[in-house]
């Protein structure tokens, strides 16, 4: 997928995803841990991006997609505390958010 405005199976006529304000997103869908898979597959629901919540309720929404086997998706919530956390915080929840984006790796 090149400049030469090659698309794979099932992937929309633009070169890169974008959303509404031109940052790219993937839009693949994904499998439950989170790797992505061909457009015209079928996927798991993703995280709602931005919601911001407490810690205790970010470390419990984080452990209960890590029991559920979505590690991928942990990491989707433990970047939401990360971009909305106080700065003094945000390298605790940047590192929980590698972790568990490791974990889909593994």
């Known amino acids: ?5 090659e698309t794979g199976p099932g992937r929309p006529g633009d070169a890169r995803d ?3 304000e031109g940052r790219a997103r993937n839009a693949r869908p994904r499998d439950g841990l989170g790797r992505p898979l061909p ?3 079928d996927g ?4 709602p991006e931005g919601v911001v919540r407490t810690p205790e309720a970010t ?8 029991d559920e086997g979505k590690p991928f998706h942990a990491h989707e919530v433990f970047e939401d505390a990360w971009k909305s956390g106080p700065d003094e ?4 929840w940047r590192g ?4 568990a984006v490791g974990l889909t790796h593994a």
Do not use: F, H, N, W
Request: without cysteine.
């Open 44 to 47: 798991v629901p993703r995280q």
């Open 59 to 66: 470390v419990a929404e984080a452990q209960r997609l890590l």
């Open 39 to 41: 457009y015209d597959a």
């Open 89 to 92: 915080e945000r390298e605790l």
């Open 18 to 20: 974008r959303d509404s």
């Open 96 to 99: 929980l958010a590698q972790l």
């Open 1 to 5: 997928m090149g400049s030469t405005g």
